[in-house]
Antibody, heavy 118, light 107 residues
């Protein structure tokens, strides 16, 4: 059974770049779509974007100017970079897998809290 | 973007109760909807996909229905392990969007 685990700094300063990695175990990263989501405290979930194992990406227009998602197939992980963060970027960040361009997310990580504060 | 309006945002229920949660889409999404269960500190778990298909391993007391713009998740007889937050996700178009969540609490 595939497992996903987010990792990265829990505290980022305003105006800096948030960087997270999602490590995939128990399965291959190839031939799947890999997404990032986030959930600010007390608010709903927001989809950030996805990357296919070949490197194709699709980002939420609301964040597109600040987001980069990349994949490392040799290490079975993918990463999120969100630039110029503010306190509104404080959230629990999740990674997830979907089996197709049109599919839902069948596996998720448990999430990691990132706080933006000086 | 497609807006997903989920109701109620919270509910109190007793073990054995029948519980219904609704998601409404701002435009038609055919049956491109999933339901998830989320417990604190744990990964969300998919319960239903394609609006009404039960994920393998999920108890049959969970069911989903609907098509187009209105969808429901029903728990036929609430069990102690079902107290959690539930949310819907539309996968008809990008960007993917979620319902606001329903917290199911013990009465």
């Amino acid at each position: 059974q595939v497992q996903l685990q987010e990792s990265g700094p829990g505290l980022v300063k305003p105006s800096e770049t948030l960087s997270l990695t999602c490590t995939v175990s128990g399965g291959s990263i190839t031939n799947y779509y890999w997404s990032w989501m986030r959930q600010p405290p007390g608010k709903g979930l927001e989809w950030i974007g996805f990357i296919y194992s070949s490197g194709n990406t699709n980002y939420n227009p609301s964040l597109e100017s600040r987001v980069t998602i990349s994949v490392d197939t040799s290490n079975n992980n993918f990463s999120l970079k969100l630039s110029s963060v503010t306190d509104t970027d404080t959230a629990v960040y999740y990674c997830a897998r979907s089996g197709s361009y049109t599919g839902t997310f069948d596996s998720w990580g448990q999430g990691t809290l990132v706080t933006v504060s000086s | 973007d497609i807006q997903m309006t989920q109701s109620p945002s919270s509910l109190s229920a007793s073990v054995g109760d029948r519980v219904t949660i609704t998601c409404r889409a701002s435009q038609g999404i055919t049956n491109d909807l999933g339901w998830y269960q989320q417990k604190p500190g744990k990964a969300p778990k998919r319960l239903i996909y394609a609006a009404s298909s039960l994920q393998s391993g999920v108890p049959s007391r969970f069911s989903g229905s609907g098509s187009g713009t209105e969808f429901t998740l029903t728990i036929s007889s609430l069990q102690p392990e079902d107290f959690a937050t539930y949310f819907c996700l539309q996968h008809n178009s990008y960007p993917r969007t979620f319902g606001g969540g329903t917290k199911v609490e013990i009465k």
